[in-house]
């Protein structure tokens, strides 16, 4: 008994040790991050964390539901796709084919109204609010030097950073975007408490706009830039410009680094499949949503076009714009906004579709840049749409 007693102590006495540390050394997000995750039986965040965060609202004060394709749900998931479906942990699908809603599925408690997290996905919208902000005139264009809004990016090599290179994900700057390591800028910036100071501990250390680099600390930059710029918030901006334009159904969130805080720009908005899909029918059209342009036809356009910056392999990025992804199946070309675990918005333009997937996994493997469910979705998608 008496060993078994040292022993509860000398275990109580480490993790007290452990917690010390990690306030010493500025990694109290460990903390809040465990909490999170392996204490609730997770090994990472997942779609359904919206109620363990601070969060800003974004009300949908003009709703406009969706209209029925007369094929509504005819259809099915083809047999040779539900074990991969199912085993990849989906919780909604949706298909949207000429404007109307062809086929949705939802699985296990999820329906029409849950909410999920888009995780990167909400980098993409924070690319539409920067067009809109050079629309209004904010900013002055794509090319505007980073500095003029964060004077931390003058001199050097960091004089030459600007708006477009942290859209294309060519900034030179070494975030990095580890998902495995919990003291990387990927932990900190989504379980830590002052996600700015986390972002500026960083610095240009590569020519702006000679290499492609995925990292989400440029979105950071971005959304930091769109505050200081409009004067408004990432969320009630997009507010102001796009939910309340497109007939979101559902409040949307978006997750918070503290109450009152910064918006995460670069993951964690969260809305249903069927608001999701309005952003992929935005796009399909242009930026325009019932004969209103909300978003400039020629930033949709600038942001779907490869930005051929090679990468580290030496190979030109012609898979990524603008913060959109971009690729061809079977001949056909579509683009897509992507998220940790498989969530997609994708549209495949010459079959008037938009294909939502929402879900707690995806495929790890990539092939032509892409996790290869994607391809399977499009393919299911094609599917239905053709029966």
């Avoid at 498989?342 to 996994?361: D, F, S, T």
Wanted: charged share 20%; proline share 4%.
């Amino acid at each position: 008994m008496r060993i078994l007693k040292r022993i509860l102590i000398g275990l109580a006495a480490l993790l007290l040790l452990a917690v010390v540390a990690l306030y010493f050394t500025g990694n109290q997000h460990v903390l809040n991050g465990i909490g999170k995750t392996y204490l609730i039986g997770k090994t990472k965040p997942d779609i359904d964390d919206m109620d363990y965060f601070d969060l800003s609202t974004i009300a949908a004060d003009h709703p406009e539901p969706w209209t029925m394709h007369a094929d509504y749900n005819l259809g099915k998931i083809p047999d040779e796709y539900t074990a991969r479906v199912d085993s990849l942990g989906t919780t909604a699908f949706l298909v949207i084919k000429d404007d109307a809603i062809l086929f949705e599925k939802y699985w296990g408690k999820t329906d029409e109204q849950t909410l999920a997290n888009s995780f990167s996905m909400a980098k993409s919208f924070t690319a539409m609010l920067i067009g809109k902000a050079i629309e209004e005139g904010f900013i002055q264009s794509l090319d505007q030097p980073v500095g003029d809004f964060l004077p931390e990016f003058t001199g050097g090599e960091a004089s030459k950073l600007t708006i477009r290179h942290l859209l294309q994900m060519t900034s030179g700057i070494p975030f990095g975007e580890s998902y495995s390591s919990p003291f990387g800028y990927v932990a900190k910036s989504y379980y830590g408490k002052d996600l700015i100071k986390e972002t500026m501990k960083f610095g240009v250390e590569k020519t702006p706009g000679t290499l492609w680099v995925y990292e989400g600390g440029n979105t950071v930059l971005l959304g930091m830039i769109l505050k200081k710029a409009t004067g408004r918030t990432p969320s009630d901006y997009f507010f102001q410009k796009f939910w309340s334009c497109i007939g979101a159904e559902s409040t949307a969130y978006w997750n918070l680094d503290h109450e009152g805080g910064m918006e995460k720009t670069f993951s964690g908005f969260y809305a249903t499949a069927r608001d999701f899909a309005r952003i992929g029918k935005l796009y399909h059209h242009g930026g325009v949503w019932e004969n209103d342009t909300i978003l400039s036809p020629a930033f949709v356009a600038e942001s779907l076009t490869p930005n051929n910056v090679a990468d580290a392999n030496g190979e030109k990025c012609d898979w990524y714009g603008l913060h959109w992804w971009l690729g061809e199946h079977n001949g056909k070309k579509f683009y897509s906004c992507r998220g940790l675990r498989g969530q997609y918005i994708a549209v495949m333009p010459e079959e008037n579709l938009v294909v939502v997937r929402i879900g707690h996994n995806q495929n790890k493997e990539r092939v032509g840049h892409m996790p290869p469910d994607l391809y399977m979705y499009l393919d299911i998608a094609l599917a239905i749409s053709s029966r």
